[in-house]
């Protein structure tokens, strides 16, 4: 798997994944869960993983 580097900072992007909690009508909650990578030198920065993308190791 080829590594890609951070566009902000030139650190390494590493997987990680997202959790996206939305709350609906009615008391009932839905969690997203989505693989993303994000930079390890915590600049901020992170970009969502394609389906795709994802060949495990
Ligand atoms: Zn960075």
Do not use: H
Not at 5 to 22: A, M, S, T, Y
Not at 30 to 51: F, H, K, S
């Amino acid at each position: 798997m080829e590594t890609k580097k951070c566009p902000e900072c030139g650190g390494k992007l590493v997987e990680d994944v997202k959790e996206d909690i939305e709350f609906l009508q009615g008391g009932n909650m839905m969690i997203d869960v989505n693989m993303i990578l994000t930079c390890n030198r915590r600049c901020g920065y992170w970009e969502e993983l394609e389906q795709s993308e994802i060949t495990g190791e």
